[in-house]
């Protein structure tokens, strides 16, 4: 039973993480590819 439940924790956690990962890359996706635009026109 312990066994099952660390999975379904490290699940929780693996979920959370990709949730927050979309939201971040939703949120400032276009902030941060004129970021790396900005870098690429300096090299």
């Given at each position: 039973?312990?066994?099952?439940?660390?999975?379904?924790?490290?699940?929780?956690?693996?979920?959370?993480?990709?949730?927050?990962v979309?939201?971040?890359?939703?949120?400032f996706?276009?902030?941060?590819?004129?970021?790396?635009?900005?870098?690429?026109?300096?090299?």
């Open positions: 039973m312990n066994k099952g439940q660390g999975m379904v924790e490290y699940a929780f956690i693996v979920a959370l993480v990709v949730i927050v979309i939201l971040g890359i939703t949120l996706g276009e902030s941060l590819q004129a970021l790396y635009q900005e870098i690429l026109n300096h090299i």
